[in-house]
């Protein structure tokens, strides 16, 4: 299932056309890349990597099909974009990267399987992949015993840090604190109430927002605390419950297709987001786009990256992946993580000067990207990113309006003290 | 957990709650509708009803897409017509399917279970090729959006009401079709001898068709409104397959009445619970109730009393 597909070669002088096309670019790029300087492929891969005098592969592995495609196709079409201007830049250590993509099929074994054929088969350098959690929980003993190294992109409840694993989404912690931090001090909100959809990310984060909210914000409380079935479509009972106890901030996490119907609902029932204060940490751009803008408009996103941020890097992002994906696609925050993943990794592999996985292991920490979209992040000793954490409010047209961002980049704990 | 609240504030969210029941109520007797008709009258499980009825959303998108392009000023009906094409296209799609299929999967029932979840499939991968992967938002006219305000602090979903409504009427129309009309007569009379049925004069495949395209199309519909209430991407159909099944069989598989009694009764049990316990509880014992009842009466709620 590689993506480069063989063109079909029925004609012979179709055959030379295309290999007369294929060759322009590599004549074009040949002032730019620097072939000769690259180092000799025995003393970069000791280990029997994919990597050529030329060429290094990596493996691209989320889900294309089944339900999780709504949330994937985002962090794919991202980590292409990232492959295409690495090369374009002359590849990673004067290696063209070449990947090879695998479908999840939104199923976990399915992940772990195309997991194993990436680094047993195809001895991919590196693989840029998985979304939920529990696709990360059924590649994670692959990664580990066949020692790959796998960069994830989706922001997620922590609990977990791995030799094998980068981390370029944001933890728990990260994006819950300073979000409730923010809502409490600008909004003097008192009383929150939890929502969620049932599965571990909802549960944990709200689990940690609940030991901040009664731990660590003065005379603030939770009212209520609810989860839904993955799924779940009617959320008139609870919407009717909030309208009761009346709190001062709707926390939600929910997810996926549910989040359509609960924004919808919310907005049919009377409840004008300009007035009620609602934190998410789980409506990014991408989600956005199922709702509707006009439905979330005036809600309040606690994340790293929005689409709308006003710098230099991520203008240019924003428009490299508009002319490589459309004008009308979105980018979320997740998306953002994902596009960062061969970044990392390229810098990873010229401070190691190696492509053996435990060097790029050992080196990643302290790894510095200037050219993030999000702005500067840099790895931790515990594998995740130093990141600021933004709050950002919707806007009928489906962008977020920048609010607040953190003065200074957060550290990431993945197993926060007093929080479990 | 009402100590602290006034009297009428709790009038206020009962008479809301009692309506958000009667919405889920709705919803699941126009989702369920479809369905009823074909695995009642004609026996076959069909696994694609939650695609037909994303059919009937993609329509209905496509069609809030054209009405901006091309007919802005008639945007606020646009979403009759919408209605209408989604009844069509699913409808026709069904026919198409029955034609190709289902046909020849009549003696052999459990065959078309795995058939029509294959199509299922098929679908499903073949709406992320048309319309792309990511959920499409459906932009609704802003009359049908927000909530009548009943008194100071009853406020009713205006596209609640809407489906309440739509279910309604289909509800009429489809119980005129089955009990009164000639079409409804024999369709009962293919479902109780087909043979005899054809025997005299039925043209029993003509009425498979049209009563599998008619269950189709009426999924449609309900794809359709539930665009006001739901997402709409490619697996979207199947959030709704579940409980769509627990209705009819809960209901008693033949029976029309015995599905709009389960969806009474599931729908009011389900809101009442998650509004006092929370939302997955709720689904829980729900979930239990309805197996330890079907455990003690098999057939479910309403069986038709069919010679064998």
Redesign the interface.
């Known amino acids: 299932m590689s993506d480069e597909k063989k063109p079909g070669l029925r004609s012979p002088l179709r055959r030379k056309l295309l290999m007369g096309m294929a060759a322009l670019p590599a004549i074009s790029m040949l002032p730019r890349a620097s072939f000769a300087e690259a180092p000799p492929t025995s003393a970069v891969n000791t280990t029997g990597l994919a990597v050529t005098d030329s060429e290094v592969t990596v493996g691209i592995l989320h889900s294309?099909?089944?339900?999780m495609?709504?949330s994937e196709?985002?962090s794919v079409e991202a980590e292409k974009l990232a492959i295409e201007q690495i090369n374009a830049e002359g590849g990673v250590l004067g290696r063209k990267i070449k990947f090879i993509q695998e479908d999840g099929a939104s199923d976990w074994p399915t992940f772990a399987e195309k997991a194993k054929k990436l680094l047993v088969n195809d001895k991919c350098a590196a693989v840029m992949g998985c979304w939920t959690s529990a696709s990360r929980k059924a590649v994670l003993p692959v990664f580990e015993q066949y020692n790959g190294m796998l960069y994830y992109p989706t922001f997620y409840e922590g609990l977990e840090q791995s030799k094998n694993v980068i981390y370029t989404g944001q933890e728990a912690t990260q994006q819950i604190i300073a979000g409730l931090d923010w809502v409490n001090k600008t909004k003097g909100a008192k009383t929150f109430y939890l929502l969620g959809s049932?599965y571990i990310w909802p549960r944990t984060s709200n689990k940690i927002a609940r030991k901040h909210i009664e731990g660590h914000l003065q005379g603030a409380k939770v009212v209520g605390?609810?989860?839904?079935?993955l799924?779940?479509?009617?959320f008139?009972?609870?919407?009717?419950?909030i309208?009761?106890t009346k709190p001062d901030v709707i926390y939600a996490i929910i997810v996926?297709?549910?989040?359509?119907?609960f924004y919808?609902?919310l907005?049919?029932?009377?409840i004008d987001l300009s007035k009620q204060t609602l934190l998410t940490i789980s409506v990014t751009e991408?989600?956005?786009?199922?709702?509707?803008?006009?439905?979330i408009a005036g809600a309040y996103a606690c994340m790293k990256y929005f689409q709308s941020l006003d710098n230099p890097n991520n203008k240019a992002f924003v428009s490299a992946f508009k002319k490589m994906w459309g004008e009308k696609t979105v980018i979320g925050d997740v998306t953002q993580a994902a596009y960062l993943g061969p970044w990392l990794w390229k810098l990873t592999v010229e401070k190691a000067g190696s492509f053996d996985i435990d060097k790029i292991a050992a080196a990643s920490p302290g790894v510095e990207f200037k050219g993030a979209p999000e702005g500067y992040v840099r790895i931790h000793e515990n594998h995740h990113l130093w990141s600021k954490t933004r709050v950002g409010r919707a806007k009928a047209d489906g962008q977020y309006e920048l609010i607040y961002e953190t003065a200074d980049l957060v550290e990431p704990d993945p197993f926060p003290k007093g929080y479990q | 957990m009402f100590g602290d609240?006034s009297l009428s504030?709790?009038g206020a969210?009962f008479a809301?709650?009692g309506?958000?029941g009667l919405?889920?109520f709705s919803?699941y007797v126009l989702m369920a509708l479809g369905l009823a008709i074909i695995f009642g009258q004609m026996g076959v499980i069909n696994m694609a009803h939650g695609e037909f009825m994303i059919l009937g959303a993609y329509v209905t998108w496509m069609t809030s897409n054209g009405f901006q392009q091309y007919l802005p000023s008639l945007f606020p009906g646009y979403f009759f017509l919408a209605m209408i094409l989604a009844f069509i296209a699913s409808g026709a799609l069904g026919m198409l399917v029955e034609w190709a299929l289902i046909r020849h999967l009549y003696k052999r029932p459990l065959d078309t279970l795995l058939a029509t979840w294959g199509l299922s499939l098929i679908l499903q991968?073949a709406y992320?090729s048309l319309f792309?992967?990511?959920?499409?938002?459906?932009?609704?006219p802003e009359w049908m959006?927000?909530?009548w305000?009943a008194t100071d602090a009853i406020?009713i979903?205006?596209?609640?009401m809407f489906v309440m409504g739509l279910t309604v009427l289909i509800t009429i129309v489809v119980a005129y079709l089955l009990f009164w009309s000639r079409w409804g007569r024999q369709v009962r009379a293919v479902v109780q001898n087909r043979v005899m049925a054809g025997a005299v004069g039925i043209n029993t495949e003509k009425v498979d068709r049209y009563t599998f395209g008619l269950g189709c199309g009426i999924a449609g519909i309900a794809g359709s409104a539930?665009t006001?209430?739901?997402?709409?991407?490619?697996?979207?159909g199947?959030?709704?397959i579940v409980d769509t099944f627990l209705v009819v069989v809960f209901g008693g598989a033949a029976s029309l009445v015995g599905t709009i009694a389960s969806a009474f009764t599931i729908s009011q049990a389900?809101?009442t619970m998650?509004?006092f316990l929370?939302?997955?509880m709720?689904?829980v014992l729900t979930l239990l109730a309805i197996v330890a009842i079907l455990m003690m009466r098999p057939q479910g709620l309403f069986a038709l009393k069919v010679r064998k």
């Open positions: 294309v099909t089944g339900t495609a709504i196709t985002g049932d605390e609810e989860y839904f079935p799924g779940h479509t009617q008139n009972s609870v919407i009717n419950k309208k009761l996926g297709g549910s989040n359509v119907a919808k609902q907005k049919a029932a009377g991408d989600e956005i786009d199922g709702i509707g803008g006009e439905n | 609240y504030d709790l969210i809301m709650q309506f958000a919405i889920l919803v991968q992320r792309g992967a990511r959920e499409v938002g459906v932009e609704l959006m927000g909530s305000q406020q979903p205006i596209n609640g539930f006001m209430i739901g997402s709409t991407g490619p697996t979207a199947q959030l709704y389900q809101s998650e509004f929370s939302g997955s709720a689904k």
